[in-house]
Structures are given as structure tokens and as C-alpha cells.
């Protein structure tokens, strides 16, 4: 088969290695790709949001599947498009991706369903948000409704964080139309975890669990990111909590899809807070989540496309996930700077003195004309491991986050600890 994958990120560079190893995959395109993904696929120079270019490149390859890496593209509704022109893919329609699209959709969809979740308002007039400042108590909750590339959640620890935030968000627009609309929760205590799923008309299965780390200093400090490293399994996951979650969360959620009308197919990636009352859910993605993705592929056995096709089909039921025991562990190299403004262009050195085992995915990269790799976005590389201990792994990823150079570089030196809040 001919596949194309669609984005640039440290999650597209993961998926092309891993449908890379199927025998079934005859040509790899990545559009607009980066400079790791240009290792194991053609990268085209389309943008993930040109809808149209990449319809007509799916069409022009001949590519047989399409398989979307970004929210933006699938918000914008590309599924519905590559299909309008007789190409495969593998994600969910533009009406089942407005559960990331809107924290307020999901929001009210998980208080249809009764699916445990924070306590919410919406508001949509800035003076009013500004009087419900302190709504539910402090740390106060502010999510911009629509996409803001992962970094439009502030939790606001007193009433003057508070009052700044919605001034950003409503009257400064620093998110764009995103913060048109403002969802304020609860907030939630407990630890974060991240599950992925599988899901298709008539099944929902999840992936191996993982954490991720969402602000940007150690210690969980700082502002919000897109995530800043991972680890799988998750340290908090046993056989009773992932009952609980399939029983209270999973199942409710595919029987709500069938409910509404949803036809969802392709991954959804549930966060979760595991509190002393049980888990709830903090949010819906519609794609594999990243860094996520980097370390739970690592341990993936089962064929990916296999996975994908049956998807399509309707025919996940039919499919058994294959495991390694191995524990993995990401590492996000971020820029200085980075979730704020951040220079590009920095030249990576020590990328040939890593271990031959350890993945380096390149998220924010491009390549020079003379071939050297250049930072080119706020998290540049994710360095991926696996080990037969959790110790084990997260000790080698350290290690060889060590071996790379780029000015301003941050990294998180928690990323696989507990982090009780």
C-alpha cells in the first residue's frame, strides 16, 4: 500500500517508523514532514492545513490510505474531504472532531452521558467571566474553547492571574478565535495519566497507558506546553483502575458516540485526573497525542496498518493488541523560550553520538542545505527508549538527551517521576 501521513511533528515522525515496519507498506509520503521523518518517508511540501493540496497529492501519489497526524486538519474536515475524492483515511470526520475542536462540546457531551468530569460554566462576554472570577475557588480553571496548538488552558492561582488571563484571552485574543469562548472548571486534584484508544463504530480499545508532563519546568511549574515528555505504562495504572476507567469512562463514552450519532473512527485520547474519588476525564483529543505516541508505538508488537484498515472497516473487534513488557520513556528537547516565543534556526550537534537502540523523533526540525539539522519549533526532538526496568529507561533517555547540543535548549529532568499535586 501507498500511505500518506499528514504533519511534522514528533507523533508523525513515530507513526511513519512504525508503518515503516510493515511488510504491507510499499511507499511512505509525509506531507510536509521534517527533517528525521525524511529518514523512512518522501516528505512533500504541503501544508497539514491545505486541504486541498493534500487531497490533490493523495490523488496524484495514488496513495491507497491517509492517515492524519494534526487536530487542525481534522477540525478543518480532511476526512470528509479525501474521502469526497476516493482516498482512505484514517481519523475521525469533521463533525466527530469537534470534540477537541470545542472544550465546550465535549463539556456538555460528557455531562450528557454522565462520564465523571469537573464541574463547568461557559461564557462567551468578557465582563461577565470577569465577574465569576473565583467561580469555583482558586486555582481557577480558564480553557479557551477552540484549538490553541495545546497551550490555551492557564490555571490561575489567585484573582489576579485570573483577571490577566481573561484580559489575554478575551480582549487581547492572544489564542485567536480559540478564546471566543471561555470554559471554566473545577479544578481537579490528583495525578494526570493519558489513554489512548482505538475506536470505531461498535468497539472501543485502548492502547497502553502512559503520563505525560504538561508544564514546562520541573516539578510541574511554569505554563502549560504541548507535553514536555512521557513514559509508559503509566506508574498509576493497575488491573482495578483500568476497570474502573473502562467501566466508567470507556464504555459510556462509545455508547454516547452511537447516542449522538457519532461516527467516530480513529484514536481518541482521553487525560484523565486519577484523584482519591476515581478518575475523571480533563479532556477529548481526536488523534494520537503527543508526546504520547512516541513512547506507547515503541511498545506497539501489532502491525499498525492492520490496526488502521480495521478501524476503517469497522473491524477493530477483530484485532488483539500485542504489548512489549518493556517500559518506555520520551524526553522532550524544547527551545529556549518555548511556550512563548522562541528563535529558530539553532544547529543541533551530538544527534551521531546516540545510542543506536534510542529513537530520536524529530518534532521541530528542518535541514539545511549542507544537511544540518536546524531547530525549526518550539519542542525540536523527543528521545525515546525502551528498558526491561522503568529505572532502566529513564536512565538511558537521560543519558543520551545529554549527548544533544542546541543553544537555549530545555528539558525537563522529572519527565518519569510521580508527581503527587
Known amino acids: 500500500m501507498k500511505v500518506l501521513i499528514v504533519g511534522n511533528g514528533g507523533r508523525e515522525h513515530a507513526i511513519a517508523w512504525k508503518l515503516a515496519q510493515s511488510d504491507q507498506v510499499e511507499k511512505l509520503y509525509c506531507a510536509p514532514g521534517n527533517g528525521g521523518i525524511a529518514q523512512v518517508a518522501e516528505c512533500l511540501p504541503v501544508a497539514a492545513e491545505d486541504i486541498v493540496g493534500i487531497c490533490q497529492l493523495a490523488k496524484e501519489k495514488a496513495v491507497d490510505l491517509a492517515v492524519i497526524g494534526p487536530e487542525v486538519p481534522l477540525a478543518l474536515g480532511i476526512v470528509d474531504e479525501l474521502e469526497k475524492v476516493g482516498v482512505r483515511a484514517f481519523g475521525p470526520n469533521k463533525k466527530c472532531a469537534q470534540l477537541e475542536a470545542s472544550k465546550a ?31 469555583y475557588g482558586y486555582p481557577m480553571v480558564l480553557k479557551a474553547d477552540g484549538l490553541a496548538a495545546g497551550k490555551g488552558v492557564v490555571i490561575a492561582e489567585n484573582q489576579e492571574e485570573a483577571v490577566q488571563a481573561i484580559q489575554e484571552m478575551m480582549g487581547d485574543k492572544i489564542f485567536g478565535a480559540a478564546g471566543e469562548k471561555v470554559v471554566v472548571e473545577e479544578y481537579l486534584t490528583g495525578v494526570e495519566a493519558s489513554m489512548l484508544c482505538f475506536v470505531d463504530q461498535n468497539t472501543i480499545v ?19 506546553t504541548g507535553g514536555m515528555g512521557t513514559y509508559s505504562p503509566s506508574l498509576l495504572f493497575n488491573e482495578e483502575l483500568e476497570e474502573r476507567i473502562r467501566r466508567e469512562i470507556l464504555l459510556p463514552t462509545l455508547a454516547g458516540f452511537q447516542k449522538d450519532g457519532l461516527d467516530f473512527k480513529g484514536v481518541l485520547f482521553i487525560g484523565l485526573m486519577i484523584g482519591e474519588d476515581g478518575p475523571k476525564v480533563i479532556e477529548f483529543n481526536n488523534r494520537f497525542g503527543d508526546p504520547e505516541t ?22 477493530l473487534e477483530e484485532i488483539s493488541l500485542a504489548w512489549s513488557p518493556k517500559k518506555a520513556v520520551c524526553v522532550v528537547l524544547a527551545s529556549g523560550g518555548y511556550p512563548g516565543t522562541y528563535e529558530k534556526g539553532k544547529e543541533i550537534t551530538g544527534l551521531e553520538q546516540v545510542e543506536e537502540e534510542v529513537l530520536v523523533f524529530h518534532a521541530g526540525t528542518k535541514l539545511s542545505q549542507g544537511q544540518t539539522v536546524l531547530t525549526n519549533g518550539g519542542r525540536v526532538l523527543g528521545v525515546a527508549v525502551l528498558g526491561d526496568t522503568h529505572e532502566e529507561a529513564r536512565a538511558k533517555a537521560f543519558a543520551n538527551v545529554d549527548k544533544i547540543h542546541f543553544e537555549g535548549m530545555q528539558v525537563r529532568r522529572d519527565i518519569g517521576l510521580i508527581l503527587k499535586k
Open 105 to 135: 462540546f465535549t463539556k456538555a457531551f460528557l455531562d450528557r452521558h454522565h462520564i465523571p468530569t469537573a464541574g463547568y460554566q461557559e461564557f462567551t462576554d468578557k465582563e461577565e467571566l470577569l465577574k465569576a472570577v473565583g467561580l
Open 206 to 224: 485502548p492502547m497502553e497507558s502512559a503520563q505525560d508532563y504538561k508544564r514546562i519546568f520541573d516539578g510541574d511549574k511554569g505554563p502549560n
Open 294 to 315: 512516541q513512547s506507547v508505538l515503541l511498545r506497539l508488537e501489532t502491525d499498525l496498518l492492520d490496526v488502521f484498515n480495521a478501524v476503517i472497516d469497522n473491524r
